[in-house]
């Protein structure tokens, strides 16, 4: 089980902002292993309670709320990670517990169980809040990511865009899934993630586009269908 506790910030930017933006910090921060030209593939499958808890505690702004996904990285990925994120305050705690490609298809297809299988306090405690409370899967997100770290600092730059989705499907290591845009193709997600105080060169970054931050998520643009969600 892996643990980070940490702030956050979203803004919304356009793709050209992002193309300056990740031009400029490629020349002072070091890229994630995994960037690759426009970045890498997440697909992320969102659980949430049979009547939808997770999405209306965000919608009601809830000051204490948690949202539960597996995640890999594309089609072709050998593992998946199931993740606990947890808002508390100003703060973001993330649990993450690494599955194997097996046992990720077993958890799609609603065998909780499977994680009993593992050793882990955080897999035991997955598995009585989604058995108990009949979580379902809800939502896939797919969205290309283009990473930055600032090592001295451990800040993480993220950069999320063509984000898709659908309601239809939830295997995530489908070849064939079928998506549609649940976001302007031509904007993209820009994520802060930081302990401690901001590296002045990425304070100025974003008092250029501080009038954009979210307080929106994926996972509530993805459920613009079932919910008729309208950002």
Excluded at 2 to 23: A, C, G, H, M, T
Aim: aromatic letters at 12%.
């Amino acid at each position: 089980m892996n643990e980070v506790l940490r702030q956050e910030k979203k803004f919304l930017i356009s793709l050209d902002q992002f193309y300056k933006y990740s031009f400029n910090l490629g020349q002072i921060m070091t890229e994630d292993l995994h960037n690759n030209g426009e970045g890498y593939c997440v697909r992320s499958l969102y659980f949430d309670s049979i009547d939808d808890m997770d999405f209306q505690d965000k919608e009601d702004g809830v000051e204490l709320r948690r949202k539960i996904r597996l995640r890999n990285y594309g089609p072709d990925s050998t593992f998946a990670i199931l993740e606990m994120k947890q808002k508390q305050g100003m703060l973001q705690k993330k649990r993450s517990l690494k599955m194997q490609r097996d046992d990720a298809f077993e958890l799609i297809n609603g065998d909780y169980s499977v994680l009993l299988k593992y050793d882990e306090a955080f897999a035991k405690e997955c598995y009585g809040f989604m058995q108990s409370r009949c979580y379902l899967p809800k939502t896939v997100i797919e969205y290309r990511r283009k990473a930055f770290i600032a090592k001295e600092n451990n800040i993480r730059i993220t950069f999320d865009h063509h984000i898709k989705g659908t309601e239809s499907c939830f295997n995530i290591f489908a070849d064939d899934l079928l998506l549609n845009p649940i976001l302007n193709p031509y904007l993209a997600v820009l994520e802060v993630k930081f302990n401690g105080f901001l590296l002045s060169y990425i304070k100025d970054m974003l008092m250029e586009c501080d009038k954009t931050e979210l307080a929106v998520s994926k996972y509530c643009l993805g459920r613009a269908v079932s919910k008729h969600y309208v950002f």
